[in-house]
Protein backbone atom coordinates (compact mmCIF):
# COMPACT_ATOMS: atom_id res chain seq x y z
CA UNK A 1 0.00 0.00 0.00
CA UNK A 2 1.82 3.34 -0.96
CA UNK A 3 -1.09 5.33 0.80
CA UNK A 4 0.53 5.42 4.54
CA UNK A 5 3.60 6.41 2.63
CA UNK A 6 2.07 9.04 0.67
CA UNK A 7 -0.11 10.57 3.83
CA UNK A 8 3.25 10.36 6.11
CA UNK A 9 4.95 12.54 3.60
CA UNK A 10 2.07 15.39 3.32
CA UNK A 11 2.88 15.46 6.89
CA UNK A 12 6.52 15.87 6.62
CA UNK A 13 6.11 18.23 4.21
CA UNK A 14 3.83 20.22 6.42
CA UNK A 15 5.63 19.87 9.50
CA UNK A 16 9.19 20.63 7.77
CA UNK A 17 7.45 24.09 6.64
CA UNK A 18 6.74 24.45 10.12
CA UNK A 19 10.01 23.94 11.15
CA UNK A 20 11.35 26.31 8.95
CA UNK A 21 9.14 29.03 9.97
CA UNK A 22 9.61 28.72 13.88
CA UNK A 23 13.38 28.41 13.32
CA UNK A 24 13.35 31.45 11.57
CA UNK A 25 11.78 33.25 14.13
CA UNK A 26 13.46 31.98 16.79
CA UNK A 27 17.06 33.14 14.72
CA UNK A 28 15.98 36.62 13.87
CA UNK A 29 14.24 36.73 17.62
CA UNK A 30 16.55 35.14 19.83
CA UNK A 31 15.54 32.72 22.10
CA UNK A 32 11.33 33.36 22.91
CA UNK A 33 11.30 35.62 20.07
CA UNK A 34 7.45 35.85 20.38
CA UNK A 35 7.29 38.53 23.17
CA UNK A 36 4.20 40.19 22.34
CA UNK A 37 2.46 37.00 22.93
CA UNK A 38 2.19 35.64 27.43
CA UNK A 39 4.57 33.51 28.41
CA UNK A 40 3.51 30.28 28.29
CA UNK A 41 2.17 30.84 24.65
CA UNK A 42 5.66 32.18 23.69
CA UNK A 43 7.09 28.75 25.37
CA UNK A 44 4.77 26.91 23.41
CA UNK A 45 5.50 28.03 20.27
CA UNK A 46 9.43 28.15 20.71
CA UNK A 47 9.33 24.46 22.02
CA UNK A 48 7.42 23.64 18.56
CA UNK A 49 11.12 24.83 16.92
CA UNK A 50 11.83 21.14 18.06
CA UNK A 51 8.32 18.88 18.64
CA UNK A 52 7.92 19.45 14.90
CA UNK A 53 11.54 18.01 13.67
CA UNK A 54 10.51 15.34 16.27
CA UNK A 55 7.71 14.62 14.82
CA UNK A 56 9.18 14.31 11.10
CA UNK A 57 11.95 11.91 12.54
CA UNK A 58 9.45 9.64 13.83
CA UNK A 59 7.41 9.64 11.43
CA UNK A 60 10.55 8.72 9.01
CA UNK A 61 11.22 6.08 11.35
CA UNK A 62 7.89 4.53 10.63
CA UNK A 63 8.19 2.38 7.41
CA UNK A 64 4.57 0.44 8.56
CA UNK A 65 1.79 0.64 11.49
CA UNK A 66 3.57 -1.80 12.62
CA UNK A 67 6.80 0.26 13.54
CA UNK A 68 5.42 2.46 15.80
CA UNK A 69 2.62 4.88 15.53
CA UNK A 70 4.44 7.55 18.05
CA UNK A 71 4.86 10.11 14.75
CA UNK A 72 1.71 10.00 14.23
CA UNK A 73 0.53 10.87 17.74
CA UNK A 74 2.93 13.15 17.64
CA UNK A 75 1.76 15.00 14.94
CA UNK A 76 -1.70 14.85 15.81
CA UNK A 77 -1.28 16.43 19.40
CA UNK A 78 0.88 19.46 18.11
CA UNK A 79 -1.99 19.85 15.51
CA UNK A 80 -4.19 20.00 18.37
CA UNK A 81 -2.58 21.99 20.68
CA UNK A 82 -1.59 24.51 17.89
CA UNK A 83 -4.75 25.41 16.46
CA UNK A 84 -6.14 25.48 20.16
CA UNK A 85 -3.74 27.88 21.00
CA UNK A 86 -3.25 30.16 18.03
CA UNK A 87 -6.93 30.54 17.97
CA UNK A 88 -6.78 31.43 21.59
CA UNK A 89 -4.10 34.35 21.16
CA UNK A 90 -6.46 35.22 18.24
CA UNK A 91 -9.68 35.86 19.92
CA UNK A 92 -8.19 37.34 22.98
CA UNK A 93 -6.20 39.92 20.78
CA UNK A 94 -9.08 40.69 18.69
CA UNK A 95 -8.13 39.39 15.49
CA UNK A 96 -10.08 38.32 12.47
CA UNK A 97 -10.58 34.51 12.03
CA UNK A 98 -11.24 35.54 8.61
CA UNK A 99 -8.36 37.29 7.85
CA UNK A 100 -5.59 34.86 9.58
CA UNK A 101 -4.63 32.03 6.75
CA UNK A 102 -1.90 30.85 8.61
CA UNK A 103 -4.48 29.79 11.51
CA UNK A 104 -6.61 28.76 8.46
CA UNK A 105 -4.47 26.64 6.86
CA UNK A 106 -3.22 24.84 10.27
CA UNK A 107 -7.04 23.87 10.59
CA UNK A 108 -7.47 22.43 7.00
CA UNK A 109 -4.04 20.48 7.80
CA UNK A 110 -5.65 19.57 11.05
CA UNK A 111 -8.21 18.43 9.67
CA UNK A 112 -6.59 16.73 7.27
CA UNK A 113 -4.44 14.57 10.13
CA UNK A 114 -7.72 13.83 11.85
CA UNK A 115 -9.40 12.42 9.10
CA UNK A 116 -6.33 10.25 8.19
CA UNK A 117 -4.55 9.65 11.46
CA UNK A 118 -6.86 6.34 11.66
CA UNK A 119 -5.27 5.28 8.51
CA UNK A 120 -1.87 5.33 9.83
CA UNK A 121 -2.81 3.81 13.03
CA UNK A 122 -4.59 1.06 11.91
CA UNK A 123 -3.00 -2.36 12.45
CA UNK A 124 -3.37 -4.48 9.39
Known amino acids: MR ?3 VLRL ?3 LALAGATF ?3 RE ?5 WLPYDYAPLWTNIFWTALTFLDPLAIWLLLRQ ?7 AGVWLTLGIMLLDVAVNLNFGLQHGHSLSSSLALLAQGIFLG ?12 D
Open 26 to 30: LWQGG
Open 112 to 123: FVLGSAPLLLRK
Open 10 to 12: VYV
Open 21 to 23: NHS
Open 3 to 5: WPR
Open 63 to 69: KSAKAGP
